[in-house]
């Protein structure tokens, strides 16, 4: 009779103390992650140049920082130079990518040389390249003209 409730019990007591099979094989039980986005993507995103040819981009004191944004559905772009509003349109298939005729606001401020050198390297786009949250923009060799971040808030 005791050997009837005892060894029940025991086997419970095996089956609470000691580990799964998947985890005494050295295996672990992986819950599935959150699906985040870690790479982005050319429309729809705020996009910060942080090089333009081989210089950093550095925002002096009181200056705006320049952006870009491309809108996917009507194929605008809309961004600032720092100083000046930047609007246009753009064509992108697969890695391709062109800006078509971009207007700029003329105001003048103190130092437009990031400006002037993000407006060549858009009108020189030929090609881009996405990695991760990084977008390259490349002229028609492939030769990378400036680098810009996404800068969106999640």
């Not at 005791?2 to 000691?18: D, E, G, T």
């Not at 990695?131 to 492939?142: E, V, Y």
């Amino acid at each position: 009779m005791i050997s009837r409730v005892v060894r029940p019990a025991f086997v419970l007591f095996l089956a609470l103390v000691l580990p799964a099979p998947a985890f005494a094989a050295g295996r672990h039980v992986t819950k599935p992650r959150p699906r985040h986005r870690t790479t982005a993507t050319l429309g729809n995103n705020r996009w910060r140049p942080v090089s333009i040819g081989f210089e950093n981009v550095v925002v002096a004191t009181k200056q705006r920082e320049p952006w870009l944004e491309l809108d996917l559905r009507s194929k605008k772009v809309t961004g600032s130079g720092g100083c000046n509003r930047i609007t246009g349109s753009y064509q992108a298939h697969d890695s391709t990518l062109r800006f078509g005729p971009l207007v700029t606001t003329r105001m003048a401020c103190p130092g437009m040389s990031v400006e002037t050198r993000f407006l060549r390297a858009l009108q020189g786009t030929r090609r881009y390249r996405i990695s991760g949250r990084t977008l390259d923009l490349l002229d028609g060799g492939g030769h990378i003209l400036a680098r810009l971040e996404e800068q969106n808030l999640r």
